[in-house]
C-alpha cells in the first residue's frame, strides 16, 4: 500500500503503462463532468469509478475486499475517509473469490487494520494482496467524492 499525494505519486510507484494511464487520468479528470459509475479509460486495462457517499462509522468490526488481478488507486477528490488496510492474514472471514469482478469481500477487526487517513488530493493505492476497507470515517460520517481506478496487472 502506499499513500501520496497526487502530485509525488508517481515517484512513489513503480510505473507501468497501465499505471501511467491511470495516473494521466487522475490528473486531467474533471469529476463534475462525470458521471457517478465506471468510465472507461483504456478498456478493461484502466478504468475509474465515480464515487459519492457518506462515510460510515467502524466498528469493532468492518467489511473489507481484496483483489487479485487490479491495483486500485482510490484517489480523494473531496472530503476525506479512513481507509483501513491489513494483510490477509488477518482477515476473520471472506466470500469466495469472484473472477469476473476481481474481488472477495471479508470481515476484519477494526483492532487489526490499520486505519490510514486519505484527505482531498492525495491518493492510496492497493496492490493485491494489500487488504483494504474504504468508506470509514475519520470522526464523523462526511461526504465524500472519490475516483477509483482499476488497474490491470501487465502480464
Known sequence: MILA???NISEQVRMTPNLANALAFLAHANPAELPDGRVDVDGDRVY???QRYETLPAGEEVSCEGHQRYIDVQYI???EECMGWAPE???R???PYDPV???WRGKLASADMVPVVVRAGEAAVFYPGDVHAPKLAVTQPASVVKICVKVRLEE
Do not use: N, P, Q
Request: aromatic share 0%; proline share 0%; no cysteine.
Open 101 to 103: 469482478k476481481d474481488i
Open 5 to 7: 499525494s497526487l502530485e
Open 48 to 50: 475509474a469509478l465515480i
Open 77 to 79: 477528490v473531496e472530503g
Open 89 to 91: 492474514s488477518r482477515v
Open 93 to 95: 472471514s471472506r466470500s
